[in-house]
């Protein structure tokens, strides 16, 4: 009950994602590891572009499903070890340990990610996707 209780304070209810606290919880070690070890880490900040226009157009639950939608893809591409959060309404953190040189893979991401948002040719969202830091690439 307790580990529950626990695990539920550390997502998001929506998307299932990790929540906010718990990505920037995990994000301090890394960080320390780094400083101290020189220890390699890499954060993607990602936002859906536009995404006031999805509500506005197609009503608030439409909404939730495409954030829900673009986290279930997100989730598939990540690996175990690496931590996807939802840290606003439509902004989301990806923290990946031990990861460098994740530029190309970006670019990889954002093209899969365009692709599979528009399967009927709806011109719904395109991510914003940007590196925001890969130590110790700084
Ligand atoms: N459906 C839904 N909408 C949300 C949720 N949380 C926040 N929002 C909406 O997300 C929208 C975010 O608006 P903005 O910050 O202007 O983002 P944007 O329209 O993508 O603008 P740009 O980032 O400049 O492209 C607002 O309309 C919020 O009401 C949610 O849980 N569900």
């Not at 197609?58 to 986290?71: A, Q």
């Not at 994740?102 to 914003?128: A, V, Y």
């Given at each position: ?10 997502i998001?209810?929506?998307?299932g ?23 390699a ?37 990540i690996?175990?070890?690496?931590i ?6 439509e ?17 990889f ?10 399967p ?5 969202p ?13």
């Amino acid at each position: 009950m307790e580990q529950e209780l626990q695990h539920l304070s550390t997502i998001d209810e929506l998307t299932g994602a990790d929540n906010r606290r718990h990505v920037l919880a995990e994000f301090e070690p890394h960080l320390a590891n780094y400083i101290r070890y020189g220890s390699a880490f890499s954060l993607i900040s990602m936002d859906i572009d536009h995404f006031k226009a999805v509500n506005d157009s197609y009503g608030h639950l439409v909404g939730d499903d495409v954030l829900k939608r673009f986290s279930e893809i997100v989730s598939e591409r990540i690996r175990r070890t690496d931590i996807f959060a939802r840290t606003g309404g439509e902004e989301f953190l990806i923290l990946m340990p031990h990861t460098t040189r994740q530029f190309q893979m970006l670019i990889f991401w954002q093209r899969d990610l365009e692709k599979r948002w528009r399967p009927s040719g709806s011109k719904l969202p395109i991510t914003n996707i940007s590196r925001l830091l890969s130590a110790p690439e700084l």
